[in-house]
């Protein structure tokens, strides 16, 4: 059973490590607080799964972060939104959606706009968002194909730009007013997009969710100047440092048993 504490730790939960560029915009909101970001590299993808599999999964990461007692947790991964939305909204701590951010930000900023939505295939055919944005005309885009490039952190190369041109291809020279994205390290790539759709609109993604978890917690009085730490939780054991390629910030990457993973 979870209860609620006075916490120091921020936790964030990903499915694989779509979204781990959050914590660089994280790690600024929050200077002072640890925050612990959880992810799942033993599946890289949870579509196609029981979805009783998937919660007992998803309950298992949050057990552990519960553990080392967040105050707050950041959902980053709208699969895992999908298949455990109830569960998670029974939670007794502050929760941001991603799902939800990103709906309340484009209905408030650009409703009944042209809006290029770009997701996975699999969150596209769910529906999720699309059902609940408010639009006058709406362009879904699966960046599938960008996914290599995306899980490799192949940014600003000859393949990233080719592949997003792939992707973007359906709304080019469209008249679209907004370019909405679902997957935050997506968000690095915006020097690819930007060179094929000049001075578009694209919503602040990772801005959005730190604003939100900034909005649910209290002000909070600094009385040192000792910055939290980062940490990147895994579990499952890797051979190189596949995170460098999506963050800025010092971090330390760790086993939930709590050893430390030393990776170049």
Known sequence: MFHHVEREKIGVLDMYMNNVSIVNELSKTFPYDD???INDLQVENYEGMQVEKIEQRVKDQIQYLFDQQIKM???VSDTIIEYCDEYLRTLTIPV???VDEIINYTNDQYEHKNIAFLATEAILESNIYQKNFR???LYNLSLD???PCIHEGKMKTSDSFQQTKTVIAPIYKKDVDVL???MINVMLFKTEILEFLKNMDIVPLDKIICDKAKSLLPPKLETSSKKG????IINKMIEKDIFKP???VKYEIETKEGGKVNVK
Do not use: D, E, P, R
């Open 35 to 37: 925050i612990l970001y």
């Open 73 to 75: 947790l950041i959902v």
């Open 96 to 98: 941001v959606f991603i």
């Open 135 to 137: 639009y006058n005309h």
């Open 145 to 147: 194909a960008l996914l």
């Open 180 to 182: 909405v994205i679902s």
């Open 229 to 232: 730490k980062v940490k990147i």
């Open 246 to 248: 999506f963050l800025m």
